[in-house]
């Protein structure tokens, strides 16, 4: 079993900028892949980025990979989305994710946070 928990959400202006952070815990973390997703109201989940606890990244759409990063902290258990020069189309749920292997695809991770609400004013 994975727990996942996100934290960081919050309001923030055009440009401006937020980081996430998605604490896991369960055993053998070290083989599972950690991917980032979004939900905005009336859209499908979409894939931002992910990582994998050996360091290799899969990185979504341009769209959305310009001014964001990817990091984590082994010793923590935590990964990490930086989010610089936020958009208000970058408004949604953000959730965190691990499966066995990175992947674009939600279908590929079995276990999920409950999500952090980012919300970009303009």
């Known amino acids: 079993q994975v727990q996942l928990v996100e934290s960081g959400g919050g309001s923030v202006q055009a440009g401006g900028s937020l980081r996430l952070s998605c604490a896991a815990s369960g055993r053998t973390l070290s083989s599972y892949a950690m991917g980032w997703f979004r939900q905005a109201p009336g859209k499908e989940r979409e894939f931002v980025g992910g990582?994998?606890?050996?360091?290799?990244?899969?990185n979504s759409v341009d769209s959305v990979k310009d001014g964001f990063t990817i990091s984590k902290d082994n010793a923590k258990n935590t990964v990490y989305l930086q989010m610089n020069r936020l958009k208000p189309e970058d408004t949604a749920i953000y959730y965190c994710?691990?499966?066995?292997?990175?992947?674009?695809?939600?279908?590929?991770?079995?276990?999920w946070g409950q999500g952090t609400q980012v919300t970009v004013s303009s």
């Open positions: 990582i994998t606890w050996s360091g290799g990244r899969a």
């Open positions: 994710a691990a499966g066995p292997y990175l992947s674009r695809s939600r279908n590929a991770y079995g276990y």
